[in-house]
């Protein structure tokens, strides 16, 4: 079935590192969606990429949608302690109106 | 203060019980959902409604039930049949459907022993 594969599972970082998180999709999607969810809590929706090859940036945060539109990255610079928790993608099949495919998370890890 | 809301936020019960998750939004959203999350691992869809009176089976649906009588309300069952009913229950709403972003609860998580 189509599916999201996300890596890493975890990473952990010394505060000021960089991140970065990954989604590989088995089949061209729609659009990506990104969300993070807090130790404890739930998922927050970041952002949402469309076009082939988009960036876009928030402060910190750099997100990518790739030109097959089948794989995306969301990179994060000089992490700081209010970044951890898990993040995860979420795509919509271009070939199908059923769901989203969510993946299974990375978990962002501060090293004290 | 728009958004939505779960109860309870911690929920035990016995096992053979039916128990019912409340979920309710008031952001005037079409869509509703509710996902299963286990320890350490992404979300699965149990269900889903785009519009009231209607709703559809995700990929994990056996041994729950739903209903969608008011655009504001979308309670989930979790009845006896669900083998591995353990698990932190997330309800999410939307204006359209996949192509846009969700909204969550706060999540209810429910022990059965």
């Known amino acids: 079935g189509q599916q999201v594969m996300q890596i890493p599972q975890y990473q952990h970082v010394q505060e000021g590192e960089d991140f970065t998180t990954y989604c590989n999709s088995s089949t061209t999607l729609s659009n990506i969606q990104w969300y993070k969810q807090r130790p404890g809590g739930h998922p927050v929706f970041l952002i949402q990429?469309?076009?082939s090859g988009e960036v876009k940036k928030q402060k910190r945060l750099t997100f990518q949608f790739g030109e097959a539109k089948k794989n995306s990255s969301l990179h994060i610079t000089a992490t700081q302690t209010t970044d951890v928790g898990t993040y995860f993608c979420a795509g919509k099949a271009m070939d199908s109106n059923y769901q989203l495919i969510w993946g299974a998370g990375t978990k962002l890890i501060i090293k004290p | 203060d728009g958004g939505i809301t779960q109860s309870p936020k911690y929920l035990f019960r016995k096992e053979g019980q039916n128990v019912t998750l409340s979920c309710e939004q008031n952001?005037?959203?079409?869509?509703m959902y509710w996902y299963r999350q286990d320890p350490g691992q992404g979300l699965r869809l149990i269900y889903y409604?785009?519009?009231?009176?209607?709703?559809q089976k995700g990929d994990i649906a056996e041994g729950y039930s739903v209903s969608r009588e008011k655009k504001e309300s979308f309670p989930l069952t979790v009845t006896s049949a669900q083998k591995n009913p353990t698990a932190f229950y997330l309800c999410a709403s939307s204006r359209g459907d996949w192509a846009y972003e969700q909204y969550f609860g706060p999540g209810t998580r429910l022990t059965v022993t």
């Open positions: 952001l005037n959203h079409d869509a």
């Open positions: 409604s785009q519009i009231v009176n209607d709703f």
């Open positions: 990429l469309v076009k």
